[in-house]
């Protein structure tokens, strides 16, 4: 049963720094099977996909974020993480981890699994 855990939200003034954790179970990151990333959704919107791996790689990051977020793993621990520095008020949301069998090119709000989420706030 694919599980996934997203921690590290917290309040941060805008320029500040968190970096997300999700740690990941019923599957093995070095298998590549699933696509692996990260979607938002800020109070009273709908879900935007942040980011995005496969395979090892980074897919892509929305424009809004990029030079700002980085994407990464641990596969000894099958732990997703995302660095998110410069932080802007917009980036306020509940962040949520995802995993897709379906590769980066599905959207990964549509991903299969998800988890909980952790909410980031950003004061200006």
């Known amino acids: 049963d694919v599980q996934l855990q997203a921690s590290g939200g917290g309040l941060v003034q805008a320029g500040g720094s968190l970096r997300l954790s999700c740690a990941a179970s019923?599957?093995?990151?070095?298998?590549?099977?699933?696509?692996i990333g990260w979607f938002r959704q800020a109070p009273g919107r709908g879900r935007e996909g942040v980011s995005c791996?496969?395979?090892?790689?980074?897919?892509y990051y929305i424009d809004s974020v990029k030079g700002r977020f980085t994407i990464s793993t641990d596969s000894a621990k099958d732990t997703l993480y995302l660095q998110m520095d410069n932080l802007k008020p917009e980036d306020t949301a509940l962040y949520h981890c995802a995993a897709t069998v379906w590769g980066c090119d599905i959207d990964i709000t549509r991903a299969g699994y998800w988890g909980q989420g952790t909410l980031v706030t950003v004061s200006s």
């Open positions: 791996m496969s395979s090892g790689v980074t897919r």
């Open positions: 019923g599957f093995t990151f070095d298998d590549h099977d699933y696509a």
